[in-house]
């Protein structure tokens, strides 16, 4: 564990990164790794796809100059592996895809908090969910204007809480989740977004079983039914 922790921590004038061939890592491997490393442009080739726990938390933190981030071909995740990877990234316009079926507790936490530049989403093709996967995902991301179509039907506790928080821009939503009864999981995930926009919702989900606002549906949006849109 945290065997490259903080290694380049506010290496501000480290411009290129270090190969990084491994495939199976340990918790917080590459934590901090690069974090505060403000002129580096380039990320290295990311191999892994046997993760652990917080394993590329913070990884490029602050990397105000990053342009494009690396592939992520992992399909298991473990708890917080990408949480807050790419937080404040402001010249990160667009994000890798993210293959991964299989969730774990927060492993999708913050991470493009705050990248203002971010103009789209990746596709999220997770079915099940869990704690606090998705929350603050995409939190203040003020370029962006499309969520990604979220297919669960059954929501997890704070699972999308505040994912979409502070995005000015963002006028449309996919979620097709029917059961919406876990603790949290749609807690202030639309707060500060457009005024206007469209709400795309499972024909099997009633408009009235949301909150009308920013912890359901934001008022002022149209909501139609997922088969109407296609």
């Known amino acids: ?3 490259y922790h903080e290694m380049f921590y506010n ?16 918790e917080s491997c590459y934590s901090y790794m690069f974090s505060g490393c403000t002129s580096l442009t380039e990320a290295p080739v990311l ?6 726990p917080y394993c590329y ?17 992992a399909t298991t995740l473990a708890s917080s592996c990408y949480s807050s990877m790419f937080f404040g990234c402001t010249s990160l316009t667009e994000a890798p895809a993210l293959p991964a079926t299989i969730l774990a507790s927060g492993c999708y ?3 493009f908090d705050s990248c203002t530049s971010l103009t789209e989403a990746p596709s999220l093709p997770a079915t ?5 996967c998705y929350s603050y995902m995409f939190y203040n991301c003020t370029s962006l204007t499309k969520a990604p179509s979220l297919p669960a039907t059954t929501l997890a506790s704070s699972c999308y809480s505040d994912m979409f928080q502070g995005c000015s821009n963002l ?21 500060g977004v457009s005024s206007t926009g469209t709400f795309i919702k499972s024909p099997e989900m009633d408009e009235n079983s949301f909150e009308s606002g920013s912890s359901g549906i934001p008022s002022g949006w149209t909501v139609v039914n997922y088969e109407e849109n296609k």
């Open 57 to 73: 938390h913070e990884m490029f933190y602050n990397c105000t100059s990053l342009t494009e981030a690396p592939s992520l071909p």
């Open 47 to 52: 191999p892994a796809t046997t993760l652990a």
């Open 1 to 3: 564990p945290y065997c």
């Open 128 to 132: 099940t969910l869990a704690t606090d």
């Open 171 to 191: 006028n449309k939503v996919t979620m097709l989740a029917t059961d919406i009864s876990a603790n949290g999981c749609l807690a202030c995930w639309l707060e």
């Open 109 to 111: 936490s913050s991470m």
């Open 11 to 26: 290496c501000t004038s480290l411009t290129e990164a270090p190969v990084l061939p491994a495939t199976t890592l340990a």
